[in-house]
Every structure is written in structure tokens, then in C-alpha cells.
């Protein structure tokens, strides 16, 4: 049997307690949602979703093709120029996805001899990038300056430095300002994915490499998706011009895929313009993050101290992990679940995502319902 050896898998992942099963989500549900990437509370926002639905209106629900061909409109462009604005960069490069952004930056920037230093907490799209390019990856100690400053030291050639700013597991960020000495003390670049900053961190959400003083920098790269702040779908890298020029025609994510639906650079770019406008929805976020962590510790629960909008709470195994999450299901609440393979180090939490827009009496609500279900 060709595909026999699925069953052979699937039966030691059942053992593992580690089968992964998707759940349609109804338009209407009932759960108090502390599972979605939803930060600013935006996905949902009439003003964003009627720009989307007019953005799909005026250029049609596909882009039609690449970038490259018929893929790029006028929307795509104001995006880019205002998103490059709003978190300090010359340019910006929107994409499909924020996985083919980190494809598409990690891999045109490490050719052939060249070195990547990859943070061992990375994201699986930044390590997939490791994978794709052409340079050799070394994977360093979690956030550690030291460790990277070692790593690129006797290297001779190109080399980048990659790493989250916000880790997706445990929320913690990465220490950039250190991390960015150390990748200029030997003349590396910084390719940094602010998937979980962006719309949180720096002045008005404009995203942690601002609020570390390193966003423009000619040797700093940042990533980001459209997805969890700004409410929409889609990537971005943003960067010094050549870079960007660069990645027109070298990177494969943008040359071979479908420009970016212009819905989701409608609603993308009407998210940007209200956080504009709104800019105490990221502090909101962070605040929102503060105190439930606060209230959790409090009840003895073992969490990390949130850096942005993400929660992450222990859990004994597994198995228990994924029961945790079914009871607060149960119970009304939406939390979402790591468990390895998804967590290298192999211990598994229930994810908390800080929205702006709870109420102090979700809050309290969320964290009832987690204590009243605790393992
Ligand atoms: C840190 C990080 N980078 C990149 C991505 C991928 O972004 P997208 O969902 O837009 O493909 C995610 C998650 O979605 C993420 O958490």
C-alpha cells in the first residue's frame, strides 16, 4: 500500500495524544474568544470589513495573477507605501501570506556561503526559510545576544541574524537592541518576523523594532503578517529600498504566487488607518495581556510574563493540555493550545491571546473558567 505508513503514524500520534482535528468555527459563536490572533479586535470592524467587501467590489475577489503580471493594483501599492510610513521603513513588500514573507526574505537574503544564525524559538516559517536558503543555519540559544556573537564570529561572507521579535509560544521578545549590536559588531543583517508586535509594540502599534529604535536601519529587515493586528490576511517585509527591489526579483513566494486578494489589502489597509487614528488600542492590548496574567499568577497558575498581547499558561502534559482546552470549551471560552510538535521544548500551554477590546468582565470571566477547570 503506497500511503501505508499514514496509519502507522497516525496510530503513534494517537498514542501521544497528539492528533490535531479542525473545528468550523460558526459565524455566531457563543465562546468568549481568547484562542484568535484577533488582537485590536478588528477582524470584525465594520469599517474594515466594508472595506474589504468594497475593495473586492472595485478589483475583483482574486488578484488575477502574480505580482509580477496583473497581481499588483493601485490598493496593493498604497499599502505598501503607508505601511513602509507607519512603521519607519523606505519600503515594504506585501505578500500571499506572512509564512511566503518570511520564505521570501530569509531566502533572498542568504545565498550561496552565506551564514544564517536562527533563533531556537523561531517560528516554523522562519525555519522553513532556514531550510529553503542557500547559506548554512546555525540555531542558537533562545534570545541570547552571546550565543549569536559566537555563532557568527569566525564567519566570512554574508550572514543574517533571524528571529521573532515576539515569540508565537510563550509571548516573550526578543532582547533586539543587544541582538542588533551583536549582528553589527561583524557585519551581519537583522531579518526580524514581528508577526506578534506589530499593532501591540512600539509607539502607537508600529511594531517592536520602532519601539527598540532600529526600524529604517540599512541593515534591519522586518516581517510581519496581516493578519492578527491588523485584522486581515496577507505579509509584509519592510526594508531599506534595494532590499525590497531585490526581493521583486529575487524571491521566489513573490515571483511565483498570487498577488495578495484585494480584500485582504482593503481591510489591511483600512486596519493601518484606524490604528492611525486609534493609536491606544495597542496599549489596550498590552494592558489587557498585564492583567490577565496578573490575575493568573495570582491563582497559582505558572505563566510567562507577557512582552505583548500573548498568554501562555503551563500545563502538565499533553493530554491534560488538550482536555484543559476542551473544558474551558465546555465552559464557554475559546483558548487556544501548544503542544509538541509545535513546542520544541516539549511542554505544553494553553495560549491566551489579549484582545483590546475585552471587558474587565471577560477577563474576569476567562480566568474563572480556566481556574475552575485547572487539571
Ligand atoms: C511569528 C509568526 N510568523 C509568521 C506567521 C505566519 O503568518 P501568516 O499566518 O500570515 O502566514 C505566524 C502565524 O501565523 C507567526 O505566528
Known sequence: ?????????A???????????????????????????????LARHPEITRSAAEAARVWGAGATGSRLVTGTTELHTTLEGELAAFCGFEAALVFATGYAANLAAVTALAPHGSLLVSDAGNHASLIDGCRLARGTTQVVAHADPDAVRKALGAHRGPA???????????????????LAEAARESGAGLVLDDAHG????????????????????????????LSKSLGSQGGVVLGPEAVIAHLVNAARTFIFDTGLA???????LAALRLLRREPERAARAREVAATLYERLTAEGFEAVRPDAAVVSVRAPS???????????????????????????DGVS???????????????????????????
Do not use: H, K
Open 1 to 9: 500500500m503506497a500511503f501505508g505508513w499514514i496509519e502507522e503514524q
Open 11 to 41: 496510530r503513534a500520534r494517537r498514542r501521544a495524544g497528539l492528533v490535531r482535528t479542525l473545528r468550523p468555527r460558526p459565524a455566531d459563536s457563543p465562546l468568549l474568544d481568547l484562542a484568535s490572533n484577533d488582537y485590536l479586535g
Open 160 to 178: 543574517v541574524l533571524v528571529s521573532d521579535t515576539v515569540f508565537s509560544v510563550d509571548g516573550d521578545a526578543a532582547p533586539l537592541g543587544r
Open 198 to 225: 506589530l499593532g501591540v509594540l512600539g509607539e502607537g502599534g508600529r511594531g517592536a523594532p520602532q519601539g527598540a529604535g532600529i526600524a529604517g536601519a540599512p541593515d534591519v529587515v522586518v516581517t510581519a503578517t
Open 262 to 268: 484585494p480584500a485582504a489589502a482593503g481591510a489591511a
Open 318 to 344: 499533553p493530554e491534560r493540555a488538550v482536555r484543559w482546552a476542551e473544558e474551558c470549551r465546555a465552559a464557554g471560552l475559546a483558548v487556544g493550545c501548544f503542544r509538541p510538535p509545535s513546542v520544541p
Open 349 to 375: 500551554r494553553l495560549r491566551l491571546t489579549a484582545r483590546a477590546d475585552l471587558t474587565d468582565a471577560e477577563l474576569r470571566r476567562a480566568v474563572e473558567v480556566i481556574r475552575a477547570t485547572r487539571p
